[in-house]
């Protein structure tokens, strides 16, 4: 089934451990995006990347980091874990970089103690 | 001020009613808005997309733009249990990439 898949679905983590969300497209999209979503917030964009190799900023992106290594991929790490962090994380892609649909995956809900 | 505004509600109907769902914002560079569908603890899903001003419908389904008033809104006619959800607007400009999103109204459409 084409889509977006996000690994793993839930994590408790304790403050200052590393951790790595994954994130795998098989839809051939150009462009995938990292968004947090938080209570009365919505949903704010941490990284993303227009196409393979290379990567942007979003409105968050303090405490994450992305690599885009290949078209499908696009992993977020976050090096020391805080408990602000604590937050459910999104994926997403579009077949192009402007005016495209994103398509989401399931979300992972990650819990910093 | 948030470059777009969304009532969080909750907002809750009685089966067979009209709903209407609204945002402003603030940034006259937007172009392309969108509304997305999220049920709990699932992924947002796209629901309607219109570019620039006008209607579009689909089904039960009407997105207005009205970028004159900064204002868009999405009707839903006829509204079954199965609408409840969190009902999410975005909007980008095409010289960006990046979509700016609503914080989302709750839904709940009660039999």
């Known amino acids: 089934i084409a889509g977006i898949t996000q690994a793993p679905t839930s994590q408790i983590l304790a403050a200052g451990r590393r951790m790595t969300l994954r994130c795998t497209q098989d839809?051939?999209?150009?462009?995938m995006y990292w968004y947090r979503q938080d209570l009365g917030l919505g949903l704010r964009l941490i990284h993303y990347?227009?196409?393979?190799?290379?990567?942007g900023k979003g409105e968050v992106p303090d405490g994450y980091s992305v690599s885009r290594a290949n078209t499908d991929d696009f992993p977020l790490t976050l090096a020391s874990a805080v408990p602000s962090q604590t937050s459910v994380y999104f994926c997403?892609?579009?077949?192009?970089?402007?005016?495209?649909?994103?398509?989401f995956g399931p979300g992972t809900r990650l819990t910093v103690l | 001020q948030k470059e777009v505004e969304q009532d969080p509600g909750p907002l809750s109907v009685p089966e067979g009613a009209i709903v209407s769902l609204n945002c402003t914002y603030s940034?006259?560079?937007?172009?392309?808005f969108m509304w997305y569908r999220q049920y709990s603890r699932k992924g947002p899903e796209l629901l309607m997309y219109?570019?620039?001003?006008g209607n579009k419908e689909d089904g039960r389904f009407t997105a207005q733009v009205d970028k004159s008033s900064k204002y868009i809104s999405l009707f839903i006619r006829d509204s079954q249990p199965s609408d409840s959800a969190t009902y999410l607007c975005?909007?980008?400009?095409?010289?960006?990439?990046?979509?700016?999103f609503g914080q989302g109204t709750t839904l709940q459409v009660k039999p």
């Open positions: 975005a909007m980008g400009a095409s010289n960006t990439g990046k979509l700016i």
């Open positions: 219109t570019y620039s001003s």
């Open positions: 997403a892609s579009s077949a192009g970089f402007t005016t495209d649909t994103q398509y």
């Open positions: 839809m051939r999209h150009n462009a």
């Open positions: 940034n006259s560079a937007f172009q392309y």
């Open positions: 990347s227009n196409t393979a190799g290379t990567t």
